[in-house]
């Protein structure tokens, strides 16, 4: 960076990290003198461009992240975020193994924990470590020549690009669990088998009708996001893979429903005996709900923890309360927070909501995708 922009940068982050301190301190008696932190803060951005931040710090920092994290449905519980510090992890092997170590916590043999693990972040003289797979765990969508896709049309692309990176690939089935694609400090990306203990599948049966034995439908446990910048006082983690537990409908109403991804609302139709010769006999609908309810049930007999739409719209409405009395207003999505079946039914869809874009947060960095694709 030339020595303008540096300066200009350093003001910036001055700004950004005066904020966040400010916020940590008059949220948290415990965090000490502001003025003195203030002061070192600004000392050690002068010296170096940047900053640490103190272990609670981080922690206020990933949790308010949540928090702030408009499209999510589930944030009654941010307080309950654990949080591991492994800022001095940079390297590829390392990063790839603390995943799954990551995703052992957070799985607790099915009692879900909400985690963060939050690796070096990106300082002024290079880029902190990446994950390119958008989730820990994922199932890979191979493209056949034809164009169809066997398994998740969603990750066709990340499928490519480790197939490209030296992946053989799995079996085949609907549901192989893609590898791990990491891009240690100043190293290119390198491809990691996630272990196979690490990752809990759920198998999906309806209560009355057993269908895993035919169609062999799974969903994994943990819904790990990984692609996502956390941000806290200007200073960029850009590889800190988060998790809380899923709500039913993501898997039952979307990974599994939406026509570009799994698309079996026609095939669950079918089993049903349901017409499907015309939408007015709401084939689709009822093939939603009894896709939903197998979902659920799968999930309660495994005995993974999983929300479900009518209770966690409940308890984002609770939340609102909770924060509207600590004098905070909630910002949300309208659109994210309303579930994708069944919306009206909920409280959550009968009122609007402000949605201003807070920091601490979880940002995605376009430009990134461009860098990336050097390497494919
Ligand atoms: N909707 C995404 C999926 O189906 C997961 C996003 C995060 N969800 C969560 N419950 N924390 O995989």
Same mark, same amino acid.
């Given at each position: ?10 003001? @910036? ?8 301190? #400010? ?33 609670? @710090?981080? /922690?206020? $920092? ?16 941010? *307080? ?6 492994? #800022? ?24 879900? #924990? ?5 690796? /070096? ?64 400090? $100043? ?20 209560? @009355? ?42 898997? $039952?109403?979307?990974?599994? /429903?939406?026509?570009? *991804?799994?698309?079996?609302?026609? #095939? ?21 709900? @009894? ?80 860098? $990336?694709?050097?390497?494919?």
């Amino acid at each position: 960076m030339a020595g303008r922009a540096k300066l200009r940068a350093a003001r @910036e982050l001055g700004r950004e990290a005066e904020e966040f301190l #400010r916020l940590y301190h008059g949220e948290e008696p415990t965090a000490g003198d502001l003025d003195s932190r203030l002061t070192a803060v600004r000392a050690e951005i002068g010296d170096t461009g940047t900053y640490h931040h103190t272990s609670a @710090e981080l /922690a206020f $920092g990933a949790r308010v992240a949540w928090r702030n994290s408009n499209r999510c449905i589930g944030r009654l519980y941010w *307080r309950s975020l654990q949080v591991r510090d492994l #800022r001095h992890v940079t390297e590829a092997e390392e990063i790839a193994e603390e995943c799954a170590t990551h995703l052992r916590i957070a799985t607790n043999g099915g009692r879900i #924990r909400p985690l963060i693990s939050v690796f /070096a972040p990106d300082t002024p003289e290079r880029r902190g470590p990446r994950i390119w797979n958008e989730q820990l765990i994922r199932y890979a969508g191979y493209r056949a020549a034809d164009g169809t896709v066997t398994g998740d049309p969603r990750t066709a692309d990340v499928t490519a690009l480790a197939t490209r990176l030296g992946w053989p690939g799995g079996p085949h089935t609907a549901f192989d669990v893609l590898p791990l694609v990491v891009e240690g400090v $100043g190293d290119k990306p390198r491809l990691f088998e996630l272990p196979s203990d690490a990752v809990l599948h759920v198998p999906l049966d309806h209560p @009355e009708r057993p269908w895993s034995s035919q169609w062999g439908l799974r969903w994994h446990a943990v819904p790990a996001v990984s692609d996502m910048c956390l941000e806290i006082g200007g200073v960029c983690y850009g590889a800190a893979p988060f998790n809380g537990w899923y709500m039913g409908t993501e898997i $039952g109403a979307r990974n599994l /429903a939406d026509v570009d *991804r799994y698309d079996l609302l026609p #095939r669950v139709a079918d089993s049903l005996g349901i017409d499907t010769g015309s939408v007015r006999s709401l084939w689709k609908d009822r093939a939603l709900v @009894e896709l939903n309810r197998a979902v659920l049930h799968s999930f309660d007999r495994a005995g993974v923890t999983l929300a479900d739409h009518h209770t966690e719209a409940e308890r984002f409405l609770q939340h609102l309360d909770r924060e509207r009395r600590k004098g905070r207003e909630v910002q949300a999505d309208w659109a994210w927070i309303v579930p994708p079946m069944s919306g009206a039914t909920t409280p959550v869809f009968h009122r609007t909501y402000e949605d201003r874009v807070l920091r601490p947060g979880f940002v995605r960095h376009p430009r990134e995708a461009a860098d $990336g694709a050097s390497y494919a």
